[in-house]
């Protein structure tokens, strides 16, 4: 398990954040309450936000609330003032100008992935929110996992149907907080079998498929929160990887068992919610045997959706330490070679020295032999 | 989980957090309120309101069993009243602070050791824990905190909950809830706030609550299942299933006298869960000779291996006058795919010293795949 390592940003990632930060200090906030379906309560919760805001003297205006809220929900609309959304061949849209002349502080937004009626200014809704939080408001919204664009195909796959609006990730990613919320599938089940959900399924099916949406919506958050956790430390100028997200790293030679190191390296990161890096390190004087191996195991690696990088350096133990430090690695995984390949070639005891020098980061080493796929 | 045999049993919800104050007592009550409002018979066994006037507020109108006063060296402490509790067999009870221990006297360590009294009595639990009480993420919550949290809960009794319900809340609305003196007066929540209530910690802690949550209800899938293939969201992400269900794997720990080893056990019980490994923890003792372990050595490998099967972790003791030969062979004849050591000690002059064992073994399972597990501040094995 990884201890505190080091992780040290290029100059072009610093300026790109000073230039980044000038705009976020003017820029609105965007809080996203993330469900995994329909019926978790993603709307109550935002409504409730807003209230408390409301109870604790911000300006809080309501923007944008589905017809369909639940009476419970209507409940918490009790006192917020509501900007009336323009409608437009009877579909309704944010009042953009309308919101932007009363300028509130907070503005609350249902439905954050629905699509503007054809000739509105911006296609999407989230696009209106933008506009606003660009202006200086700050945009409390709520979104169903189905609707995030680089998350359909796997919904999709999970449910059975797909659906036409989405809100691209990266917007999602620009949220100063997003907030699960979680419950058990029996909840989204029960309300499902009362009409919430629209369709009728076997409950057990139903469940199952919850379960698994529940699944992505979690490690959606829990990425986005280590991505916000890094820019934060980055900020500060704080030099720490927690380890909280596993990232696997598999060090390919033409003499290693690539191909089991990096299907064990797949199952390890799915396993663990985690990445999955493959590198090999430069080396003159290959073989054209040993380069079509490298050139193959590549090839596994990129099926396997790994994130494929070579590697140059004087000494192949110190560039893999490198760049397994600059990563904030957590796993490495190396073949154990006897008498060849770079790992004996250079001084000796490479392995000893690959276990030592990967602070912070467990060694997995993996035979040679091809006989035993343990 | 929900077996035929223990059909009679009661079922256990977890309300997970990421630290105090996000919510979690609050969510526990107010799902106990819902349950008494559609008629089923709600008590409350414990909860501790730390002067929180919304949670005290939702304790109104809940039959709450009163505390037994236990006396301990001339101190009184109030604990759950187990046997009350059982004598009033209610349908469902709500107890906080999961991973509380009791004082010395009580007829049960640890309250989780409770819960499952109540639930072999066939009574439903409502309880709450925070993420830094579970026993394999001990050494990263050093790590992550600086504090050293000695109240764990073993993975494998979280694992029998029916269903982990993550109570989130993000760190900067925490904090806000900090100041505002929600959480605890305000004096407390300033030097609260120095230390454990930093952004960063905070956020760290989340991430880790929202990943093990991702992990119980993957753990929940898969155990609903029967042995057809499924293709699930991680299935998806890479692309076509494999054929062939892979083989499973069998996880040996080396167990030493080394204060490493209890990390190197917390880890190794991990990644076995994460991957439905097989876990044993093995140690080696010098044949014949029992003089050859120093008392204190002896002593700190037979604690190391009683910690292990507290986390459920099948235990073997050998003997052999080469430590590494013989763990090696013993991983051979049982089929192990994966050896789990702790980092050996750094040699100052390679030449000069003596191999370490670790090395040694690395060099002999040339047929198995050996794992060197980070090195942590050492964090003791709890007691």
């Known amino acids: 398990m990884p201890a505190l390592t080091h992780r040290r940003p290029s100059p072009e990632e610093l300026l790109r954040q000073i230039e980044a930060e000038d705009h976020y200090r003017q820029r609105g906030k965007l809080k996203v309450f993330l469900g995994y379906a329909s019926g978790v309560g993603k709307t109550f919760r935002m409504l409730n936000e807003g209230r408390r805001r409301k109870m604790r003297g911000e300006d809080v205006v309501i923007a944008m609330i589905q017809p369909s809220a639940s009476a419970e929900d209507r409940e918490l609309l009790e006192g917020l003032e509501e900007i009336p959304p323009s409608t437009r061949l009877g579909a309704p849209a944010i009042d953009v100008p309308a919101v932007l002349r009363r300028h509130p502080g907070v503005c609350l937004v249902d439905g954050l992935a629905y699509e503007n009626p054809p000739g509105s200014k911006h296609p999407q809704r989230w696009q209106d929110v933008e506009e606003l939080l660009d202006d200086g408001i700050s945009v409390i919204t709520s979104i169903n996992l189905q609707f995030v664009k680089e998350r359909q195909q796997e919904v999709e796959a999970i449910r059975g149907r797909s659906v036409k609006e989405s809100v691209p990730e990266a917007f999602l990613r620009t949220a100063d907080e997003i907030e699960i919320v979680d419950a058990p ?190 | 989980m929900a077996e035929a045999s223990v059909q009679q049993s009661g079922k256990l919800k977890v309300f997970l957090g990421y630290a105090p104050g996000v919510g979690k007592t609050y969510k526990m009550l107010d799902e106990a309120q819902h349950l008494k409002q559609q008629g089923h018979d709600v008590v409350v066994g414990y909860f501790e309101s730390h002067g929180r006037q919304d949670t005290i507020a939702l304790i109104e109108g809940l039959e709450v069993i009163p505390r037994k006063r236990v006396e301990y060296r001339g101190h009184s402490f109030d604990e759950m009243d187990t046997d009350a509790i059982l004598a009033r067999r209610p349908e469902i009870c709500a107890v906080d602070e999961f991973a509380h221990t009791n004082v010395p006297g009580s007829p049960r360590a640890k309250r989780w050791e409770d819960v499952m009294v109540l639930i072999e009595a066939g009574i439903n639990v409502l309880t709450t824990m925070n993420i830094q009480h579970l026993e394999s993420l001990n050494d990263q919550m050093r790590e992550i905190t600086g504090i050293q949290v000695r109240e764990t809960i073993p993975d494998w009794v979280v694992k029998q909950a029916d269903d982990v319900v993550l109570i989130d809340l993000p760190p900067r609305a925490l904090l806000n809830r900090l100041r505002r003196g929600v959480v605890y007066g305000t004096e407390k929540a300033e030097r609260a706030m120095e230390n454990f209530f930093k952004e960063q910690t905070l956020a760290a802690l989340r991430e880790l609550a929202l990943r093990q949550t991702a992990h119980e209800v993957d753990v929940r899938q898969d155990d609903g299942l029967s042995s057809t293939l499924r293709a699930g969201p991680a299935a998806a992400r890479a692309g076509p299933a494999p054929a062939a269900p892979e083989q499973r794997e069998r996880i040996l720990i080396h167990v030493t006298e080394s204060p490493a080893t209890a990390g190197l056990i917390r880890r190794g019980r991990r990644v076995a869960d994460y991957l439905k490994a097989d876990c044993f923890a093995v140690c080696v003792l010098p044949a014949g000779d029992s003089m050859a372990l120093s008392t204190a050595a002896s002593e700190a490998i037979e604690q190391h291996l009683d910690f292990a099967r507290k986390l459920h972790i099948e235990t073997r003791v050998l003997e052999g006058q080469d430590a590494a030969k013989a763990l090696v062979d013993f991983a051979r004849r049982n089929g192990v795919t994966q050896i789990f050591l702790a980092r050996p000690l750094k040699r100052s002059i390679p030449l000069l010293w003596p191999k370490p064992t670790a090395m040694k073994i690395v060099d002999l399972a040339k047929d198995m795949q050996v794992t060197v597990v980070a090195e942590h501040r050492h964090t003791p094995a709890p007691a």
């Open chain 1, 185 to 374: 599938p029996e909840y989204c089940v029960t309300r499902a079998a009362a009409g919430v959900e629209g369709e009728a399924a076997d409950p057990v099916q139903l469940g199952r498929q919850l379960s698994e949406l529940r699944e992505i919506a979690l490690v959606l958050a829990a990425e986005v929160v280590d991505q916000q956790l890094e820019l934060y430390l980055r900020r500060r100028g704080i030099e720490q990887v927690y380890g909280t997200h596993e990232r696997i790293l598999v060090c390919v030679t033409p003499r290693s068992n690539a191909s089991l190191m990096i299907r064990r390296g797949r199952r390890q990161a799915d396993r663990f919610h985690g990445d999955l890096h493959v590198v090999y390190v430069q080396q003159d004087g290959l073989s054209p045997a040993d380069q079509k191996v490298l050139a193959d195991n590549m090839v596994c690696a990129r099926e396997a959706s790994a994130h494929v990088e070579i590697l140059q350096g004087e000494d192949p133990i110190d560039a893999i330490l490198q760049f397994a430090a600059r990563l904030g690695i957590t796993q490495i995984f190396v073949g154990h070679s006897q008498q060849s390949g770079w790992l004996s070639r250079w001084r000796p005891n490479p392995l000893e020295r690959l276990i030592m020098g990967a602070e912070g980061m467990d060694v997995r080493i993996f035979p040679h032999d091809e006989s035993r796929h343990g």
